[in-house]
């Protein structure tokens, strides 16, 4: 049974930097993509960033590019989204995600078959 397991996210103030990382059981996503997405109170699901494999170009959503980064570790089964310069409205859940075509990668929520269960992440002002 495949598994993504998120670490704790966090209150953080405007300006912080906070890592979150994202552990896969069950099957070895290493040549298949692995990536982000979160949702803000009152909208949509939205992509944030998608790695095909860790020595893949990484892809950042508009909204979070020259902020955040993701990265993978693919020994360890696990990708990570490191977020600096934190705003309020990066306030949401965020969601680790892994696909099952090797070597492709997508922005569209319906592309992965993995999801993990969410870890709230809240900017105050």
């Known amino acids: 049974q495949v598994q993504l397991v998120e670490s704790e996210g966090g209150l953080v103030q405007a300006g912080d930097s906070l890592r979150l990382s994202c552990a896969a059981s069950?099957?070895?996503?290493?040549?298949?993509?692995m990536g982000w997405f979160r949702r803000a109170p009152g909208k949509e699901r939205e992509f944030v960033a998608t790695m095909a494999w860790s020595r893949g170009n990484p892809a950042h959503s508009d909204s979070v590019k020259g902020r955040f980064t993701i990265s993978r570790d693919d020994v360890k089964n696990t990708v990570y989204l490191q977020m600096n310069s934190l705003k309020p409205e990066d306030t949401a859940i965020y969601y680790c995600?892994?696909?099952?075509?090797?070597?492709?990668?997508?922005?569209?929520?319906?592309?992965?078959?993995?999801w993990g269960q969410g870890t709230q992440v809240t900017v105050s002002s």
């Open positions: 069950g099957r070895t996503f290493s040549s298949y993509p």
């Open positions: 995600v892994a696909g099952t075509r090797a070597g492709w990668t997508s922005r569209k929520s319906d592309d992965y078959a993995y």
